[in-house]
């Protein structure tokens, strides 16, 4: 038994260690992307402090930099953890399924109103819902796997 908790323990340590970046040449170049990119909103956010413009002021003086980041007035609210009106409570269906799991899915099911709000609010409770239990194992494993190796 001891031998096969070595085993899954070094199999672990070994595709963990093969995760890697093969190709430092693509991660580079990407990281030149994000860096420009973040050096244009970098740039917007110290004209702002001086200039202490709005939105409208921004995009009529600086038009080229507004068009070129593609910043927008209006902020999304499609993530995942958003908090769409409609929803129990006025919590999101994502902590619904991460602090209740399924309980939690049933609750914003049964609680909306049909349409697409309440299958995107579902549908986030079950994301909540799979990351809540992915951490549980991760969480689990790492301390029943302490409590094993301590044993032998």
């Not at 402090?49 to 902020?75: D, F, I, R, W």
């Not at 409570?89 to 049909?114: N, R």
Request: include cysteine; hydrophobic fraction near 50%; glycine fraction near 10%.
């Amino acid at each position: 038994m001891k031998k096969l908790y070595l085993l899954v323990f070094v199999l672990g340590c070994c595709f963990s260690l093969s995760a890697t970046t093969t190709n430092p040449g693509k991660m580079k170049a990407k990281k030149e992307v994000i860096e420009q990119e973040l050096a244009d909103l970098n740039q917007i956010e110290k004209i702002i402090a001086e200039e202490g413009l709005t939105y409208e002021q921004l995009a009529a003086k600086y038009p080229e930099l507004v068009a070129k980041t593609n910043l927008s007035a209006a902020a999304s609210e499609d993530g995942i953890m958003e908090n769409a009106s409609g929803t129990p409570l006025g919590i999101g269906g994502f902590w619904w399924g991460f602090c209740l799991g399924w309980v939690g899915m049933l609750i914003v099911y049964l609680t909306m109103d049909e349409g697409a709000a309440r299958k995107q609010q579902v549908m986030n409770a079950l994301w909540g819902c799979l990351i809540a239990y992915a951490l549980f194992f991760i969480i689990y494993v790492g301390i029943v796997g302490a409590s094993l190796a301590s044993l032998y």
